[in-house]
């Protein structure tokens, strides 16, 4: 189409054909400070096919990769393995564009794109079904709920090549395709904001997948998720390997202070806390949420065995980011926590009690009341709240011994 964009040679008969998002930072509530790609794919055999698309806005970029290598109007199918925008917002003007024979999704994949895009023709494929495009086959898996009730993933025989959309994936936009491209710290940190952001509710499905696997019997040479860097050779195994421990959601030994403070005293409440649990030998950690927002809170307490949680009252409720964040926290249920709520107050001081019905809705292990404190903490203040933070450790020690 001229415009000059490459495609990038994943094997043989398949080529990434994504977009990179360099400048995405909010990915619904998520901040993604390094971008993000929407990687599509393309299969060429005797049926040419696209797995995905990418975001709307992108339909031109991937269109400009697509070209590189084939017409575009050489398409005969399109799978669509996830029906979220991010992925499908193309779909309606490549289907205008390349007229493909057919869109394959699972069944639930079906009703999400038609809810979507009202008119648009899909053929239903389930666990089991598969797909000649030639001389290679497409295998089909539901993966429900992995994390939308739609999600499916795609195994190409030929190339024993597993497109995972979602699954094994991050939000990191860079110039490499490979995983062997950037840093392990970068892959790990990036690994872990994805899952803590998008699939920590998922966490049991995720293990179930994983013991799946093997009785699938899919000889597995490269994974190929909808976003960041393919995995192949010793990569595949160190991301499963991740995706294990994060789901398995083991406490370690690790405290997180998390709160807002108005005017310090909440603040100087929390500084007491984390230094009573480092003085138990916790790593510890504070996250000021007018400082961290809340992927970044969500992303540190994952491994955390002890997660406090403090703020002021304002106008007799929690301090707004605190609420945000906890709202938040709630939907992605982090498992196995020890918790505590603590905060300043003037008069008539909800906040702490309302952290705390919110943690006992998490089923977080509250061995402790809310600790409170009027205005300014005195010295004696600040010592239960040291000594706040070294019980709550202990009990995460006898927890784990
Ligand atoms: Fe990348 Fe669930 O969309």
New binding site residues.
């Given amino acids: 189409m001229g415009d000059y964009l490459q495609a990038f040679k994943v094997t043989d008969k398949v080529y990434w054909v994504g977009a990179i998002d360099w400048d995405l930072r909010n990915f619904h509530g998520y901040a993604t400070d390094l971008g993000t790609t929407y990687n599509a794919f393309l299969i060429l055999d005797e049926k040419v096919t696209l797995i995905d698309t990418v975001k709307a806005p992108f339909f031109d970029e991937m269109v400009g990769r697509i070209s590189s290598v084939i017409s575009p109007d050489k398409i005969d199918y399109i799978i669509s393995n996830?029906s979220?925008m991010?992925?499908s917002g193309s779909l309606p003007k490549a289907y205008s564009l390349m007229k493909p024979e057919k869109i394959f999704a699972s069944p639930m994949g079906e009703k999400n794109l038609k809810a979507h895009f009202h008119d648009l023709p899909v053929d239903v494929v389930k666990t089991g079904d598969s797909l000649s495009l030639g001389d290679s086959t497409l295998h089909f898996i539901e993966t429900k709920m992995l994390?939308?009730p739609d999600s499916m993933v795609s195994y190409l025989d030929t190339e024993k090549l597993l497109f995972s959309q979602?699954a094994f994936g991050m939000h990191l936009a860079g110039s490499g395709r490979w995983y062997t491209d950037y840093e392990e710290y970068t892959l790990r940190t990036e690994a872990q904001k994805y899952f803590a952001n998008i699939l920590l509710l998922y966490s049991s499905k995720i293990l179930d997948l994983l013991k799946s696997l093997p009785g699938l019997n899919l000889d597995i040479k490269i994974v190929a998720p909808?976003?960041g860097p393919m995995w192949k050779g010793d990569g595949i195994g160190y991301i499963l390997d991740l995706y294990r421990q994060f789901a398995e959601q083991k406490p370690s030994l690790k405290g997180v202070v998390i709160y807002d403070t108005m005017w310090h005293s909440t603040e100087l409440m929390a500084r007491s806390i984390l230094d009573g649990m480092v003085a138990a030998d916790l790593e510890g950690e504070r996250i000021n949420l007018s400082a961290s927002d809340r992927s970044m809170a969500i992303t540190k307490l994952m491994d955390a065995g002890v997660v406090v949680v403090g703020s002021p009252t304002l106008n007799n409720n929690m301090y707004p980011t605190v609420a945000d964040f906890l709202v938040y926290m709630r939907g992605l249920r982090p498992q196995n926590k020890i918790g505590g709520a603590f905060g300043s107050f003037g008069w008539s001081g909800e906040a702490a009690k309302q952290i705390t019905g919110i943690l006992q809705e998490c089923n977080f292990e509250l061995p402790y009341p809310e600790l409170k404190v009027k205005y300014i903490p005195t010295a004696s203040d600040l010592e239960k709240c040291f000594n706040f933070g070294k019980d709550l450790a202990e009990k995460l020690k006898e927890k784990l011994q």
């Fill in positions: 996830h979220e991010d992925h994390h939308w979602d909808d976003h």
